[in-house]
């Protein structure tokens, strides 16, 4: 189980905004959506790449590997209430490998966040809720349309797993990409507000739309998605927030 | 920012009568030339003092300024001993256009010193094969692998008993001991009593200094500090001190007139006498905070630079709540003066008042750098293995300077050599040959063809074996020739076991007589060598005649370029690569160990190796060819056993996992920085706080933590190759500020760093 291979193209230890805690987040390769905002473009594809510049985008590691870097660091775990996050990429597109992964960490006892857009069947999401402490979900956008545009999938699936992981009582924490111009929109900060009244304990990151760069795009050699937005200047992401708090979703901050 | 180095000769050029003080202090040795150390010493301190000591300035809330004339006698702050700077003289003989006369006399003034000075008698003491092995003391500007210094550094004295006893008390004690002394011990003791005597007479100078200053002062406000500062300097003439004013003037003109620059554990010492006014309503908590920031004010006149060691919290503090109430003030004052001194520095321990901790991570936190944090759960047993004592004197370690462990009043070991470790590794490349000076610097150890790894590693610890066996007697010498010259009486008054045993502190007086070695480049040397294992003995992608000739070329060209890619991308340490970190654990054993072995050889109760922060790493990188772990030449090496810059890319985590693997039982002393973004102290307080107990709780010695900072960001621009580590918050993601484009980068640098 433990030697399932896995593409992996980040292991950042000692994150300290990936979940509650000192975290170790590792990072799988593919991805289903295309964001337009996408800010790690060479998580996209499943297989390792190789950029202009020679870097190489992507590793292929087993659970074990994996594991033997997350565990280095297991006092910081206990001393922080932190853990391991998996992210992406879309990391259940790596099911088989992202579960084990999950599995093994709490085998050793360790927390486990998975940062998740929750597009993936039901019943596969389902099953990892056993070994997943805390899903950090992205909510993209409310409108089918806009979904559609901005991410290239529907948004049923994802909308609709999060009512259920919520209704099932799992532990979320929604993160809230905010594009001016694209969807940060009143529907969509409605959608937003709804489900904080519905689920008061559930946590809310706003986190507004920042330039990145390109440069990773280039040096994939792809096209720079088209999205025509800009940095919201501060009294805008207020005004978000404010939006939020009077509409009853008073959990919501800046993440 | 001056040194007093630089203020010294400042106040030489400005002097009334230029070299009159360096006239005279010459003159009373020369009349003493042949009489006991301690009366030529006596001889030359009534001169000095107090003669030395600077006028009380506006705003002072103590008195007790000193500049050092350019021959002076005292510990380090003039130099060694009876020290005497030529250049400096000369200097001032142009530069206020001195007759023929003056200069003539000035000259004779030099080469009367040149045979004497004590530095000059050191390094005239020095057999053959050890002045060939030593041969340049010009350590900031010559290649080289290692260096003699000429100091007696980092005492630090039993000011608890110069408190309780006063000088009058100390006088006694004295006089008792001197009651069945022979000739030769009362000589020494007389001495000291007369020392003490000129402590009075110095503070009763500033009394009489500070009644007439403010006689001639209109401000009444200026007129009531003045005349408290006259009536504590003329109570401590007299007994012991009665209050917290008086016990901190006391022990300030104590210091200046020693020669002494860390203080120890003040808390313990000065704890029960401010908490006695407070209590007793004498004093409140605002009116000794501002008092201390006035002795910091002070303290940074004094010394602006390396030293100023003013200790608080941890085990073996004989009130640990009274002290701890000092402690907070003393924190507090930093905060409030934020000056780059004193070096505050905070021990702690498991079962230690938490409130401590918690404001020194406030104060970091703000930005001041201070606290510097010592654990004592690591060091204790650490210290008692590396100095071979008992753990209940262990618990009296105290770092000085940049960091140098010394057992309180209880040892010496003033750190008289350097050691370019990078610099052996060059020179074992190359059969001992200097590629940086062109000459033949060390050993013939081989012909450089080596066919194993193991046989380099042997080249290497041939260089260094040579090196660290001259330093060690050096030492010793350093010891032997400056305890002959002379007592230091100041010194030997407020030392263990200098009364009972009736000797001098440097000549057989003192309990423990260590001694440290400074040694640079240790991580960098690692990281090459661990780079060569791997590029040419393992993955043969090189040869090492190829290597070397890329080194010396600077990695010009693009094969040199080629070369140097694959050497960083090998791992580096700091990065929790097991493989990487055992090469830097086995360097740091090697020089420790050998440096240990050294102790009983000379004759010295212990020496050690020190893993310290200054600017040596800078100076000594000018010097040092481009080398095997990427380095180009010049750049410096990686500040003490902090992974060179930029290469630990692994994480926090990773990184302080790493540092844990040195072990810190073997040398005395070593320095970790780290930086941490200021939200760490704010709003992600409590992962700060995990970060640290997983480290302490690892291993973890010593931390200077500062705040990252607008400069930082501005560095990163300029040498991004060093600043891979650096991560920032942008749009909710935690990114490499070095991968941001340039617009971004700015946009970073443009808003304050609250994050
Ligand atoms: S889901 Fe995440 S990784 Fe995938 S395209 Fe969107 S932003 Fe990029």
Known sequence: MNDITGIVFDIQRGALHDGPGVRTTVFLKGCPLR??????????????????????????LTVTEVMAVVRRDARFYAASGGGLTISGGEPTAQYDFCSALLAAAHGEGIHTCLDTCGALDWPRLDALCAHVDVFLYDYKATAAGTHRALTGIEPGLPHANLRRLLAAG?????????????????????????????????????MPYHEIGAGKYDDLGRPRPALETRVPAAGETAAWLDTLHSAGAAQAALG | MKTLTELNLEAALAAHDPLAR??????????????????????????????????????????????????????????????????????VVAGRGLDQEACAEAEEMIAYWETRATAARTRAAYPPALAAALPSDDWTRESGAGFPLYRMAGTVLDYRKLLQLGLSGLDAEIALRAAGASSAQRDFLDGLRAALGLAAASLRHYAA???????????????????????????????????????????????????????????????????ADLDAGRLDEEQATQLLCGWWRLMKAYDNQFNNRVFIGGRGRVNEAVADRFAMLAMEATRRTRLNQPQLSLRFHADQNPALMARALDVIGEGCTFPILYN???????VARAFGVPEDEAVHYTPYGCGEY???????????????????????????????????AGPRTDDSSFACFEELWRAYAAQLEHLIAALARQEKIAYDVTGREAPFLFLSVLYDDCIARAKPLFAGGVRHLGGTLETYGNINTADALFAIERIVFQERAATLSQLIAALDGDFSGPDGEALRQRLLAVPKYGNDDDAADAMARRVHDHVCILTREQAARVGLDSYLVVVINNSANTLFGHTTAASADGRRHGQPLANANNPAPGADRGGVTAFLNSL???????????????????????????????????????????????????????????????????????????????DLPSDIQLEVLGRTLHE
């Open chain 1, 35 to 60: 964001c337009a905002w996408c800010h790690n473009p060479e998580s996209q594809t499943f297989e390792p790449e190789t950029g202009r510049s020679g870097r190489i985008y992507g590793r292929a």
């Open chain 1, 170 to 206: 799992a532990t979320v924490r929604l993160r809230c990409p905010l594009i001016p111009d694209a969807n940060a929109a009143p529907d969509h900060l409605d959608a937003i507000a709804a489900l904080g009244r519905d689920y008061p304990a559930m946590a809310i990151d706003l």
């Open chain 2, 22 to 91: 360096e006239r005279a202090i010459t003159t009373a040795y020369r009349a003493h030339e042949n009489a006991s150390p301690a009366v030529r010493e006596l001889a030359v301190l009534a001169v000095q003092f107090p003669a030395i000591l600077e006028p009380i300035e506006e705003g002072d809330l103590f008195a007790g300024r000193i500049r050092y004339p350019l021959v002076s006698f005292g510990p380090e702050p003039g130099g060694l001993g009876y020290a005497c700077r030529a250049e400096a003289i000369r200097y």
């Open chain 2, 209 to 275: 200094q500070a009644r007439s200053l403010a006689a001639d002062c209109g401000d009444p406000s200026h007129v009531a500090g003045l005349s408290t500062i006259a009536a504590d300097c003329d109570a401590v003439s007299q007994r012991a001190p009665a209050t917290f004013r008086e016990a901190l003037q006391l022990a300030w003109i104590y210091a200046l007139l020693s020669g002494t620059w860390n203080y120890g554990r003040v808390d313990d010492w000065l704890g029960s006498f401010l908490v």
């Open chain 2, 376 to 382: 004592d759960d690591v060091n204790i047993p650490a």
């Open chain 2, 406 to 440: 010394v057992l309180a009043n209880r040892s010496v070991g003033t750190p008289n050599g350097v050691v370019n470790l990078l610099k052996c590794l060059e020179l074992a490349l190359r059969d001992g040959h200097d590629p940086v000076a062109r000459r033949q």
């Open chain 2, 660 to 738: 844990v693997k040195i072990d810190p039982g073997l040398h005395a002393g070593a320095v970790q920085n780290m930086k941490f973004s200021r939200a760490l102290f704010t709003r992600h307080r409590t992962k700060l706080e995990a970060l640290l107990a997983g480290y302490w709780a690892a291993g973890g010695a010593q931390a200077m933590i500062s705040v990252v900072s607008r400069d930082d960001l501005e560095s990163a621009l300029r040498e991004p190759e060093k600043w891979g580590h650096l991560l920032v918050r942008v749009g909710g993601f935690s990114v490499r500020f070095i």
